[in-house]
């Protein structure tokens, strides 16, 4: 006995297998997580190392290079690239999406260990993280109150920063604008020179004057006690008294030659709202982690900490890039119902009885729900694919029940037939074709969810879900449907008014006639087909290409980097006028600026970003990127910034840079890169649609270098080494001990007065100490020149690169990185150097070459399917003749709405051919079936095509009523869906009748071949 045979008589047994799967996935829908996108972050392992005061390139040979080259042993890694800046090497690692990132960091910190007894004195240990520093800040927490910034820094640091430090999954949490305590030792240099003191005697004195040492263990007999020397300064005034010198019998104390100030760090950050500075924490979550399930922990520890706080102490969260995500999922549930419920409406349309109409929508929300249950035990996420992987199911899922249920329905009115004996008979007669069918768009999504590279992670939760619902679908129209219409369809009840029997019948006699005169004229429509397929040869040029499609998020930034050698104070005020030119445009909300951070960790005074938060879509009359121009347009009158209005990036890990063209170039000599840069920016500017062309290489910073005239410093006893440290101490500073107070530990700074190292001229009379103890001006053994060097040196797979980046605007990215590629070629450049494209053109050619694969083994597995089920080599190919027949309707579907060919669309490409060749099966099926039965080809043909076309234009618009909410969305997240929702909806529409009449005249051809 059959399964759907004992569904039919037991119907108890069949509504409680129906309940359990529903119940499961009730049950399953409670415990899954929500993101905007699947786990597709790449393993990413960042190094960061500091040694305090080091240039750029001493950095890079010293540390950079040493760490890169252990990290290039690892299997499994992927990408390395890293940057250096002063004081600062980062080293990212990229690996496979297959590495677990834990077993990563494990292997990078043991390799990195190897090479650091080789680092310089005075190196930090390095730092290693299981996340992108470069990746976009999740939130973004604006901390104030009527204090001063030290105190405020002080709450937000104790009392918020290190409480989110501990949440789950956080990768990092970021103070900005902060002003922490700082105990700064400011000395006179003339007083220094007066008493023959050099800095390097201030520095070891008052390390040794602040010291807390163990002493060992006192033990006598049974008893053991610690011995420790308290040496700490107790008062931060205290520091003025420390004894840096005996002369002429009288002690020099610090007060002497200069102050211990109880004050701050040197400003080298700022964050502001709206034109108020405040302190800022950027929140980043570790590297493949649920983005909505971070923010809800961080916002619960909020509301936690909240409570503790002063009452004039107040937070807002001006970035929460969960807010889009929910939204963006209400969105497709919204349109996950409203397309269901237009799909059983279809139903109500053709079949005229409710209670089939009932029959068919229950099995929408039955399959729907149960495919939560193998979500879950996959550990999906109800994310932008899976979702859409669920909308788009909609339409679908239904096709099956509708199948058989107007099969049974036409047992019963045709052939009158009770339900009971209709629903045995039309199951069975329909049985095979109705697998045949599932089981070839089944094929269709399996090989989009196993392609490899970031695509294939990208879609595999989309294929598998999309695979799920309809297996599920399958069982209930095995199961549910056929008991269904065995106890409630009724012979009596189906009375189908006049107009629209008319209606029907006068469909039937058009297409009868049609298909009458292909069927006569089969070299004329074959050559119709043949030039329908041809048409791609100039529909495609037509088309636009895309990897992601942008959507409106209601918010962006503006990263801006002002003129070389700008103090802190000179971008504060810039970056002040551009806000207030910013405040004009009417959709904006809020700017949350931020100067001095790159990614996690402070950077140049120079790097600065806006983020600009708008009013959403639904309140305002412009688009995103419209609004985005008219920021760039307000722009265009600073012309010494440089700045590039993006988006926000939404994918994390990687380096993945927020601007779309992203074109690296690498080799061994930096001039030649700075020279073949500039040449790539003013060839791309001048191309309509590139926009914010620039370079991620930083521009060149003034300095003062100190030349060493050796003879001279070596007859007065002078040391290089002694120069560069006498240097670094007084002039950029030097953290020299530590000073503890209610358990906090802060720094001790020392340095010279602010006046005494303003300029090269003020510098050049400073003193550096000689062997004889003696000290020696600087002018006497050193000339000072003025100079650029590189202010950051980044390198891409243990190379020096540069990378050329820009927005587009109204330029497709497939489109922008053919003429990046050609004006590449027109710089010369020798074989030693190297272009790729990275970020979004990386990911356009791995999909390019995933889904071309994809593609290809998806036709193999149909044409597996399809021979199996019809026991025929020939009739698999009549079938998969409609598919490629759908390739331009889908195409011109996007021409038509102005929509790019994107991986989405792709996607929309294989769902189309899939539910095109499902019509081609039902009629070779049925067409052989009444062959069987002794019906000639002729009678056959156009007997199945006219019994089949009821149930074939009811599965096709119920996939097209199923996907035109997506199809039309607006709404948060909704342009890629649409993108693909449209492929699928106005391919459908627009083959339908082609494909209808082209089968029947391909399978009689090759059925005179045979």
């Known amino acids: 006995m059959s399964l759907p045979e004992i569904c039919i008589r037991r119907p108890v047994f069949a509504t409680m297998l129906v309940v359990s799967l529903v119940v499961l996935g009730l049950a399953s829908f409670r415990t899954l997580g929500v993101d905007i996108n699947p786990k597709v972050d790449i393993p990413t392992v960042t190094v960061t190392t500091r040694l305090e005061g080091a240039s750029p390139e001493e950095i890079e040979s010293q540390i950079t290079k040493p760490i890169e080259e252990v990290i290039n042993t690892i299997s499994g890694l992927d990408e390395m690239r890293s940057t250096t800046i002063e004081g600062q090497s980062q080293v990212f690692a990229s690996f496979v999406l297959e590495k677990d990132v834990e077993t990563a960091a494990n292997e990078v910190r043991e390799k990195v260990s190897t090479v650091l007894r080789n680092f310089p004195l005075g190196t930090d240990a390095p730092v290693i993280e299981r996340f992108d520093p470069d990746a976009t800040p999740i939130m973004a927490i604006v901390v104030s109150g009527a204090r001063l910034p030290r105190e405020v820094t002080e709450i937000a640091d104790k009392r918020i920063k290190r409480q989110l430090e501990t949440i789950k999954d956080i990768g990092a949490v970021t103070l900005v604008g902060d002003r922490k305590r700082e105990i700064q030792i400011v000395v006179d240099p003339d007083r220094l020179t007066a008493y023959n003191l050099s800095i390097q005697q201030i520095k070891e004195v008052v390390r040794k004057q602040n010291a807390e040492i163990p002493g060992g263990r006192l033990t006598w007999e049974t008893r053991e006690e610690g011995l420790r020397t308290l040496g700490r300064i107790e008062e931060a005034s205290a520091f003025n008294d420390i004894i840096v010198a005996d002369v002429k019998g009288a002690p020099v104390r610090i007060k002497d030659i200069g102050t211990a100030i109880d004050g701050e760090e040197e400003a080298r950050t700022l964050s502001r709202l709206d034109g108020d500075n405040a302190v800022s924490l950027l929140v980043r979550k570790q590297s493949g982690t649920n983005t909505v399930e971070v923010v809800d922990r961080v916002m619960a520890r909020l509301d936690e900490i909240k409570k503790t706080l002063p009452t004039d102490i107040r937070f807002q969260v001006v970035r929460d890039q969960s807010r889009f995500i929910r939204r963006s999922m209400a969105e497709v549930e919204e349109h996950l119902i409203l397309g269901g419920f237009l799909a059983a409406l279809v139903v109500l349309f053709f079949i005229r009885d409710w209670r089939s109409a009932l029959i068919c ?48 329905f036409r047992h ?33 999504f399996l090989p989009v969810a196993f392609m490899g590279a970031i695509v294939g992670r990208f879609f595999r939760s989309f294929g598998l879900t999309a695979t799920f619902a309809i297996l599920v679908s399958l069982v209930i129209a095995f199961t549910l449907v056929p008991m269904l219409c065995s106890r409630f369809l009724k012979a009596t009840t189906h009375h189908q008014p006049a107009r629209e029997a008319r209606f029907y019948a006068t469909l039937e006699r058009w297409y009868e006639a049609a298909l009458g005169w292909c069927l006569r004229h089969r070299v004329v429509t074959l050559l119709v ?42 971008s504060d005020a810039i970056l002040q006028k551009v806000e207030a030119d910013l405040r004009s445009v009417p959709e904006v909300v809020h700017l949350f600026t931020t100067i001095g951070v790159r990614g996690q960790y402070q950077s140049n005074v120079t790097d600065t970003a806006i983020y600009i938060g708008l009013r959403h879509l639904s309140e305002r009359e412009r688009s995103q990127a419209e609004i985005m121009q008219v920021v760039r347009d307000l722009l265009k009158k600073y012309a010494d910034l440089r700045s590039s209005v993006q988006m926000l990036n939404l994918m994390q890990g990687g380096g993945f840079r927020q601007t779309p063209f992203n074109l690296l170039i690498r080799g061994p000599d930096l001039e030649v890169l700075d020279q073949s840069t500039r040449g790539m920016i003013q060839q791309l500017s001048a191309i309509p649609g590139f926009v914010d062309v620039d370079t991620g290489q930083a521009l ?108 587009l605007h109204n330029k497709p990215l497939g489109e922008a990185m053919i003429q990046g590629s050609a004006a590449v070629k027109t710089l010369g450049l020798g074989p030693e150097y190297f272009t790729t494209y990275s970020g979004r053109g990386k990911i356009m050619i791995e999909a390019a070459q995933n889904f071309a694969i994809a593609f290809v083994l998806s036709l193999i597995f149909i044409y597996i399917v399809l021979a199996a089920q019809f026991e025929s080599f020939i009739h698999p190919v009549t079938i998969m003749v409609s598919m490629f027949l759908s390739l331009p309707f889908g195409i011109l579907s996007l021409i038509m709405t102005d929509r790019p060919l994107s991986i989405y669309s792709v996607l929309g490409v294989f769902l189309l051919m899939g539910v095109v060749k499902k019509n081609a099966i039902l009629q070779v099926d049925y067409t052989n079936h009444l062959r069987e039965r002794g019906m000639s080809r002729h009678e056959a043909q156009i007997t199945a095509d006219r019994v089949r076309l009821r149930p074939i234009l009811m599965t096709t618009l119920t996939i097209i009523a199923g996907m035109l909410p997506i199809a039309l969305g607006k709404g948060d997240g909704a342009a890629p869906r649409a993108s693909l929702a449209t492929v699928v909806v106005g391919g459908q529409a627009m083959c339908l009748f082609i494909t209808l009449l082209v089968t029947p005249v391909v399978y009689s051809f090759f059925d005179d071949l045979r």
Request: net charge negative.
């Open 361 to 408: 929508a229950i099995s929408i929300p039955a399959s729907i729900i149960a495919t939560f249950t193998f979500l879950r035990y996959m550990g999906f996420t109800l994310n932008n694919m899976t979702m859409l992987g669920l909308s788009l199911s909609t339409g679908i899922v239904i096709d099956d029940a509708i199948i058989v249920l107007e099969n049974i």
């Open 412 to 444: 019963i009115e045709e052939e009158k037939r009770s339900p009971m004996e209709a629903a045995l008979e039309g199951t069975r007669e329909i049985g095979l074709a109705v697998m045949a069918t599932t089981l070839s768009l089944v094929v269709i």
């Open 529 to 570: 087909a043949v030039g329908i397929f041809a048409s791609l040869r100039w529909l495609l040029p037509m088309t636009k290409i895309e990897v992601f499609q942008d959507d409106d998020m209601s918010e962006f930034e503006v990263i801006i980097e002002t003129p070389p050698g700008s103090s802190l104070e000179r």
């Open 700 to 807: 060149r910073h003034p300095e003062v270098q100190v030349h060493i005239d050796r003879k001279k410093a070596s007859d007065l006893g002078v040391r290089v080494d002694d120069i560069a440290s006498a240097l670094r101490t007084q002039v950029g500073g030097e953290r020299i001990s530590f000073y503890r107070e209610g358990g906090e530990q802060y720094n001790v700074r020392l340095r010279l007065q602010a006046d005494a190292r303003k300029s090269g001229s003020t510098v050049a009379e400073l003193m550096v100490p000689a062997r004889d103890g003696k000290l020696v001006r600087l002018s006497n053994v050193t000339t000072l020149l003025s100079g650029k060097s590189p202010a950051q040196i980044d390198r891409y797979a243990q190379e020096r690169q540069v990378t050329v980046i820009a927005n």
